[in-house]
């Protein structure tokens, strides 16, 4: 079956750890996206990547890092310098840069921080 | 400004009821829109995309109106399994970013 995978679905961490959260697709989709929510908020972008090896800062990056070294995948590291890391994290992809493609999520990671 | 506007409700509904939301965007360069929806603790999944015209699929309606900036979906004979949040998404194609509402809460009553 096509889509996308995260994992874990449930994450717990001690303050000061950093954390890898896994983001996988298999629908040949060229643009990747990290976003975070919280209770009561919409979806934030952390960071996006429209091309392997390429990776560009959303609204809320700080403390967070991102790699794409292949098309498939865009792993997400949560760092001790992200302040308030308890959250619903989102991956999603879609087809490009044509701004008509919708974007297709995983089903989220939990992150919770002890 | 918030780039997306939505009223978070909650809307609540009796079964067979029609319902709209509406969602207003800031700027006036975006290029295409949606409605997600997405159930508590899962991932937002996308009901329609939304064109200039209008389009309709089954029992829900999406409109765009450019000149005001808003969009809408109009939910009609309403199903208990319609409850859930509504996400407004608006990409600009600058940067291939999505930018979403904080969604509109519904629940729909037996």
């Known amino acids: 079956d096509g889509g996308i995978t995260q994992s874990p679905k449930y994450l717990f961490r001690k303050e000061g750890q950093n954390v890898t959260l896994s983001c996988e697709q298999n629908?040949?989709?060229?643009?990747m996206y990290w976003y975070r929510q919280d209770p009561g908020q919409g979806l934030r972008l952390i960071y996006y990547s429209q091309i392997v090896n390429d990776f560009q800062k959303g609204d809320i990056a700080e403390g967070y890092s991102v790699s794409r070294e292949k098309k498939e995948s865009f792993p997400l590291t949560v760092t001790s310098a992200q302040k308030n890391p308890t959250a619903f994290y989102l991956c999603?992809?879609?087809?490009?840069?044509?701004?008509?493609?919708?974007?297709?999520f995983g089903p989220g990671t939990r992150l919770t921080v002890l | 400004r918030k780039e997306v506007e939505q009223d978070p409700g909650p809307f609540n509904v009796p079964e067979g009821a029609t319902v709209a939301f509406n969602c207003t965007y800031s700027n006036s360069a975006s290029q295409s829109f949606f409605w997600y929806r997405q159930d508590c603790r899962k991932e937002p999944k996308l009901l329609m995309s939304v064109y200039s015209s209008g389009n309709e699929d089954g029992r829900f309606t999406a409109q765009l109106n450019r000149a005001s900036q808003y969009i809408s979906l109009l939910i009609r004979d309403s199903k208990l399994s319609d409850s859930a949040t509504y996400l407004c998404?608006?990409?600009?194609?600058?940067?291939?970013?999505?930018?979403f509402g904080t969604g509109t809460s519904l629940t729909v009553i037996p």
């Open positions: 629908l040949n989709h060229d643009a």
């Open positions: 999603a992809s879609s087809m490009g840069l044509n701004s008509y493609n919708e974007q297709f």
């Open positions: 998404v608006v990409n600009q194609d600058t940067g291939n970013q999505f930018y």
